[in-house]
């Protein structure tokens, strides 16, 4: 059992396998199974490459040797940082296959993130790509190389610049590769947590394997299925929604550079693409788009909106716009995630955001005191269920607080539910910014703020936007001459920090608003700025 990791209570593990949510598959495997009962059969496309599933799994199969042959093996941790390339899938599957672990980072994480991920987790291997919009990569692995001596292995997609080429990462078959547990952990995927540093959520190959599985069979997925994926794949959703999906239903995945609709309109004409997720503002640019008709995207079935909150007016226009269904969904990389069903009433679809995947989610909708609040009124979302984790990592003192006794995650959600079960979002507890669906921290960005020379003190708040759901405000109280917006986000990135994190506003105060507690309060000042324009 991996040191640091909350295991279910053999009473609820015993339930989930009676019930066949739980198998005796592993992630390596079940890619294994698809190559043998469906060789032939496209899994992946991305330009230039078409790959069958046997040819997949060959590929994975001699990466998994090449791996062992450097010496990365079971149990070793590694960081994975690639935008949707090939390379990305296969280096995935061939960890899953010799058991090492990768930790799940985003195309836009710098060394700040970077260097914490490789040394909480003591990571041997930290896989990028050689540049990606711009930005040079092993650039950064140097700077993690030589702050972080647990890193042995710098592997690059591309021009390797002095570290190794992922594509010389190439061994013979091994006739017997180490079979992973199922019930161990398969990958960490970040939290979009509300504290300074990220959260780490293990994963095991059995439970996440399964939420896959459970989204696929909730939107009706089939061998025929062609699935986009245009968001960065190394979020939980589009690993989910997308690759694991598609792959237990020996269906297409497809991979585009980007959302954009440039990037994702010539695929889905040629691939002839049926499904696809986006965040709402995405899916404001593909309308806006579509009315120039350049590109036949009349093969999609159904456009899946998550991340943050699709409001009604924006729901409305999504298929007369596109041509196709609107599907809403939720989730989270804790595990609960809920999707609409093929048969759910428009007016459902409309104002809520799904319901939970599997028959043995459990819900509750509880007030600060956790107890149940009446049907239909506003309360904490709690989750517990055959994939939602137990625990953090290696993060005792947090897990007291984030989960019940009982074992119920506590989202930190705000939500009603339908009387159908379905779930309607209508904010969060906790102190995080929901920027199109990348999750901010203001405790982090305020913590490197803090350092700036002319800031005493500083609150980051969520505002609302019709794009984005919310963008971050940052209210400072300056000591001295007052930064200017341009200032900050020069100090942060010079600080390592992921460009979405920067703030997109500014607003100088005088002094912090509290609360009768003593604390900042918040909610008064995105009250105050949440309709007036941005300074700095």
């Known amino acids: 059992m991996l040191d640091g990791f909350t295991p279910w209570p053999e009473e609820f593990a015993r339930r989930y396998r009676d019930a066949g949510y739980w198998t005796d598959e592993n992630l390596g ?86 260097a914490y991920f490789c040394e909480f987790t003591e990571a041997t291997a930290y896989i990028v790509a050689d540049t990606h919009l711009g930005f040079d990569y ?33 061994g013979d078959l091994l006739p017997d590769l180490p079979r992973p547990d199922p019930a161990g952990v ?14 780490l959520v293990p994963r095991t190959h059995q439970e996440w394997s399964y939420s896959g ?85 009349s093969s999609l079935n159904r456009v899946t909106i998550g991340g943050t909150k699709l409001q009604p007016e924006l729901a409305r226009r999504v298929e007369p716009a596109l041509g196709c269904r609107l599907q809403q969904a939720f ?10 069903r093929p048969d759910d009433p428009p007016e459902v679809v409309l104002i809520s955001q799904g319901l939970p995947v599997s028959p043995a989610d459990e819900v509750r909708v509880v007030d600060e005191e956790d107890n149940d609040v009446p049907p239909g009124e506003v309360g904490q979302l709690l989750a517990r269920g055959p994939y939602t984790t137990r625990g953090y990592y290696r993060a005792d003192e947090h897990n007291a607080r984030s989960f019940t006794a009982d074992g119920f995650y506590r989202s930190g959600d705000l939500v009603r ?26 405790e982090e960005v305020e913590n490197h703020l803090l350092a700036h020379q002319n800031i005493r003190e500083v609150a980051l708040v969520g505002v609302p ?3 984005l759901g919310e963008r971050s405000c940052a209210c400072v109280v300056p000591r001295g001459e007052p930064p200017t ?32 507690l003593g604390k900042v309060s918040k909610k008064q000042l995105a009250s105050m700025f949440g309709t007036t324009g941005s300074s700095g």
Not at 490 to 514: M, N, S, W
Request: aromatic fraction near 6%.
């Open 29 to 114: 495997e079940l890619l294994r199974r698809q190559a043998r009962d469906h060789p032939g059969r496209t899994a992946l496309v991305v330009d230039p490459h078409r790959w069958t599933y046997a040819e997949l799994d060959s590929r994975v199969d001699r990466m998994a040797a090449g791996l062992l042959g450097l010496g990365i093996g079971p149990g070793d941790r590694a960081v994975v940082q690639l935008p949707n390339v090939p390379e990305l899938v296969v280096v995935l599957f061939a960890l899953f296959r010799i058991g090492a672990l990768p930790v799940m980072a985003l195309p836009a994480h710098r060394s700040s993130e970077i």
């Open 138 to 170: 092993r650039t950064l692995a140097a700077e993690v190389v030589a702050s972080v001596p647990t890193v042995k292995h710098v592997l690059v997609a591309g021009e390797p610049g002095g570290f190794v080429p992922l594509a010389e990462v190439d």
């Open 186 to 199: 398969a990958l960490f995927l970040l939290s979009g947590g509300t504290t300074g540093v990220p959260k």
């Open 213 to 297: 599985r459970a989204v696929g069979e909730a939107c009706g997925y089939h061998a025929g299925t062609v699935h986009m994926v245009s968001l960065p794949l190394c979020h939980n959703w589009p690993l989910t929604h997308g690759l694991l999906a598609t792959f237990h239903a020996g269906a297409t995945l497809v991979l585009a550079p980007g959302p954009s609709p440039d990037e994702s309109f010539p695929l889905i004409e040629r691939e002839r693409v049926t499904e696809t997720g986006l965040i709402p503002g995405a899916a404001l640019l593909w309308m806006e788009a579509a009315d120039w008709g350049e590109y036949d995207i």
């Open 331 to 340: 989730g989270m990389a804790e595990g609960l995630c809920g999707f609409h």
């Open 417 to 442: 539910l339908l009387p159908s079960g379905h779930v309607i979002f209508e904010g969060r507890v906790k102190d995080q910014i929901n920027r199109g669906g990348d999750k901010i921290a203001a």
């Open 465 to 467: 936007d019709e794009v």
């Open 485 to 516: 917006l341009v200032e900050l986000t020069a100090f942060l990135r010079d600080r390592g920090v992921a460009a979405f994190k920067f703030p997109d506003r500014l607003e100088i105060v005088g002094a912090l608003p509290l609360t009768p």
